[in-house]
């Protein structure tokens, strides 16, 4: 089945695909993510290990080294590796942006410098665009790139800049003016900034959050760079630049999503092993009612096992965390005070049919009636 040739279930390729991924993270998990993250370290080991896998490079041309597919398959290495408790905001980074970047619109000589080391994980690349009174809006970008005898000049600031201390170099945003354009108008330009190039100040931001992706400040004055560290055309880099973005949008929410199936599956264990008057929270009603309504997956009741007894359910599915589901006695309604956006069912079955909830609310949202028997 599929919607406008998207398919809904995902083929064995995919299916293997993350599989590969889960195998590949299974001797790390978060307390290594942590362990490295408190040290002011970067997860080396686990980058490395999905490089020599070839998931790094599952979205680079195969001439490179690479898998050859697409921004599917890497969105999907994004999400599993998040869902095993390593969330790395640097595959949106140096295989998204930088790598499908420099793939489409590097000369020969930067894609042969650059993409096979993106592959196999010896070669980092950061990514500059933000600034300070213009976040990622390109409209309003003050860092300018003015032609020089020999090469570029760059002058400005960025900020929020990650993974400057782990990479080999930036693939930075400028403003290009006009008679700098090879469009006659002002515009945008991509260059290649070695990271310990002279001009270039980096300041650490002091952040809250525990990850390896610690974020910096960037200044630039009279910064020299050669002719060949262009990417694409001067002054006609928009194309090129949503070439990247695009893809680094896709896998940052697939890292979401990783993030949300590993908190899930977390919150899902801890209700099975923390046991309150003599049975695990899980059968309580509060997490129990809750729990079907923040999962992708549930089951709909079946009106045929009726039980006189709360009782605890475990609900599997592939790839998703187990949930906990209590049934009540049958005699007991779904409270009214249900929010509409989720359809309220009649208590008192054990569960059973797998079925996808976008489509069931669709059908019962507000209603105060049993689903179809």
Request: proline share 8%; glycine share 10%; net charge negative.
């Amino acid at each position: 089945m599929s919607v406008e040739g998207i398919p809904l279930v995902e083929s064995e390729t995919t299916k293997l695909l993350r599989q590969t991924v889960r195998d590949v993270c299974a001797s790390f998990g978060h307390a290594y993510f942590l362990e490295v993250s408190r040290a002011h370290g970067h997860p080396r080991e686990l980058w490395s290990a999905l490089g020599e896998s070839g998931l790094l490079g599952v979205s680079i041309p195969e001439e490179y080294g690479g898998g050859g597919a697409g921004t599917a398959e890497l969105v999907i290495v994004a999400e599993e590796v998040a869902a095993s408790g390593s969330p790395l905001m640097l595959l949106a980074l140096s295989p998204a942006v930088c790598a499908t970047t420099l793939a489409a619109h590097g000369s020969a000589a930067q894609r042969e410098k650059w993409l096979p080391g993106l592959v196999s994980g010896a070669d980092v690349l950061a990514f500059a665009i933000t600034e300070p009174d213009a976040g990622s809006n390109s409209h309003r970008l003050r860092t300018t790139a003015t032609k020089t005898a020999d090469g570029w000049s760059l002058s400005g600031s960025k900020t929020y800049i990650s993974h400057v201390d782990n990479a080999k170099a930036i693939l930075i945003v400028a403003r290009v003016r006009a008679e700098d354009s090879v469009t006659g108008v002002d515009g945008l330009g991509l260059f290649l900034m070695d990271v310990d190039v002279s001009g270039l100040t980096v300041q650490e931001i002091d952040v809250e959050i525990t990850s390896p992706e610690r974020q910096f400040t960037l200044f630039l004055d009279d910064v020299r760079l050669p002719a060949d560290s262009v990417v694409g055309e001067p002054g006609n880099g928009l194309t090129a630049l949503f070439t990247g973005l695009n893809p680094e949008r896709i896998a940052s929410a697939a890292l979401l999503n990783g993030i949300a199936r590993y908190a899930l599956g977390k919150g899902a264990r801890y209700a099975t092993e923390r046991v309150v008057w003599d049975v695990p929270i899980g059968a309580h009603q509060a997490i129990a009612t809750h729990w079907p309504g923040l999962t992708s997956f549930w089951r709909l009741p079946d009106s045929s096992r009726r039980v006189r007894q709360p009782c605890l359910t475990p609900i599997s599915m592939p790839g998703r965390p187990q949930i906990l589901l209590k049934s009540a006695p049958p005699t007991r309604q779904a409270p009214h005070s249900m929010p509409p956006s989720r359809p309220t069912v009649e208590t008192g079955w054990q569960p059973s049919t797998a079925w996808q909830p976008c489509s069931a609310w669709c059908a019962y949202s507000g209603s105060r009636r049993s689903p179809p028997k």
